[in-house]
């Protein structure tokens, strides 16, 4: 990771905390489990500085990547992947969580060739779930998926499990340097982040 890179990533850490998206308590995750952080990434779409910082966050490991469209995932990826689709002129797809019951009946939403790879973009991963269902509906549709990129790594055994189906799961960053940053500014104090580093484990 270049200085630059560096930069920007502690720039972001900083402004998700500032804008509520890091939340410190104790709350219970889509995944079942119990976590004395949550992150709100959906409140980015409600500050145009922070979502351009994510999409700038999400670049630096795209760029690095080849695959023909990006697929997001309603509803956490979707904002990400519209900002993504502008921001880097590459096709936006995205699995339906349920298949039309009218109309044209789509599964998958947007444009795309059977054969063609598609890159999943989600906000972050826990348990890999959520990423997991995105790309069996996408294989289905006949694209070839092998790769996701996500904004933060809540290192909860998420990259492992899918490693084991075949996948890659990339991360703009994990929480253990999301932490590092806010503590370092000061914005968790030393208590804080040492009862969420435990309760990661």
């Given at each position: 990771?270049?200085?630059?890179d560096?930069s920007?990533?502690?720039?972001?850490?900083?402004?998700?905390?500032?804008?509520?998206?890091?939340?410190?308590?104790?709350?219970?995750?889509?995944?079942?489990?119990?976590?004395?952080?949550?992150l709100?990434?959906?409140?980015?779409?409600?500050?145009?500085?922070?979502?351009?910082?994510?999409?700038a966050?999400?670049?630096?490991?795209?760029?690095?990547l080849?695959f023909?469209?990006?697929?997001?995932?309603?509803?956490?990826?979707?904002?990400?992947?519209?900002?993504?689709?502008?921001?880097?002129?590459?096709?936006?797809?995205?699995?339906?969580?349920?298949?039309?019951?009218?109309?044209?009946?789509?599964?998958?939403?947007?444009?795309?060739?059977?054969?063609?790879?598609?890159?999943?973009?989600?906000?972050?991963?826990?348990?890999?779930?959520?990423?997991?269902?995105?790309?069996?509906?996408?294989?289905?549709a006949?694209?070839?998926?092998?790769?996701?990129?996500?904004?933060?790594?809540?290192?909860?055994?998420?990259?492992?499990?899918?490693?084991?189906?075949?996948?890659?799961?990339?991360?703009a960053?994990?929480?253990?340097?999301?932490?590092?940053?806010?503590?370092?500014?000061?914005?968790?104090?030393?208590?804080?982040?040492?009862?969420?580093?435990?309760?990661?484990?």
């Amino acid at each position: 990771m270049t200085q630059e890179d560096s930069s920007l990533l502690e720039k972001f850490a900083l402004t998700l905390f500032d804008v509520g998206a890091v939340q410190l308590g104790k709350f219970v995750l889509h995944s079942g489990r119990t976590s004395r952080i949550y992150l709100d990434l959906r409140v980015l779409v409600s500050y145009p500085e922070a979502l351009r910082q994510a999409t700038a966050a999400y670049r630096q490991v795209l760029e690095k990547l080849t695959f023909d469209l990006l697929a997001a995932p309603p509803l956490a990826g979707l904002p990400f992947g519209t900002a993504l689709c502008l921001d880097m002129n590459i096709p936006l797809i995205y699995p339906r969580k349920t298949s039309k019951s009218y109309g044209t009946g789509k599964e998958i939403e947007g444009v795309w060739e059977v054969g063609q790879t598609a890159v999943v973009i989600d906000d972050v991963i826990t348990s890999g779930d959520s990423i997991m269902e995105a790309m069996i509906a996408l294989k289905a549709a006949g694209l070839q998926v092998r790769e996701a990129v996500v904004l933060i790594d809540r290192e909860q055994g998420g990259k492992a499990i899918m490693q084991d189906h075949g996948y890659t799961v990339h991360a703009a960053m994990t929480l253990s340097q999301l932490l590092d940053v806010l503590q370092t500014h000061e914005r968790i104090t030393e208590k804080q982040y040492a009862k969420v580093l435990k309760s990661l484990k």
